[in-house]
DNA sequence: AATATTTATCGTTTTTGTACGATAAAAGAA
DNA sequence: TTCTTTTATCGTACAAAAACGATAAATATT
């Protein structure tokens, strides 16, 4: 079989390997910036400047969603999406805690 | 078409989504883990610790050297991996830059 | 009310990831 | 040399991701 088997893992490693998920393409990183360098955080700015067709960056968008990174907004027929800095920082923090606690580990090298 | 459109990114795009991947399944950071509390860090006490067969730990393994993640020397009949700090911190910092730039342009949020 | 705009979702195709057993290769032990 | 141990690789199967066009749903506009 081919399942996956993501729930033999512990819950923090389950989330940090599904935070990472979500940054795993290049797409999702370029509509984070594009998130950052506008103020107006409009769907169809984002496919204008994405070289993708509008419902992959749609898909894109929801895996962000899903992820937490992003909030969006239903503004009449569009839709506003913007960076949730909280559980971004969140993330980031808990990351480089991964770093620094294996480091700290790390007795000393052996290969 | 479904073939991924990974070239129409920048290269720091592609890098960090390509470091991400490498951490978007729970098994490799488990390993990571393994990896830093070992000195010892030879593949059989990986497979034992882990939930998973010997040939998909070997992968798992694989995909973290080719990210440059971990470092892996021949001892005889066995394989001693190790983390490679220094490409790990390369990304770390790389990921962390990215956060505080997108925080920084972000005049105010729009929705 | 009819039309246009915008975006999410559906259906489909192709590619990549995940997992395993089996086997090959390499080196140590008998 | 023969056997055992260890790990990488091959082949395979299924799952999930990536991409697109088409369409539906929601709201503005005319």
Known sequence: MATPKTEAFSKKEQ???????ALAHPARIAILKVL???????????????PLAQST??????ELKEAGLIDGNVDGPRSCYCINWKAF?????????????LKDQQAKSCC
């Open 57 to 62: 960056v749609s898909q894109h968008l929801k």
């Open 89 to 101: 920082e969140k993330f980031n923090a808990e990351f480089s805690s991964l770093f620094h606690k």
């Open 15 to 21: 989330d940090l390997a599904a935070f990472a998920k």
């Open 36 to 50: 950052a360098q506008n103020n107006e955080c409009i769907c169809g700015e984002i496919v204008e400047v994405l």
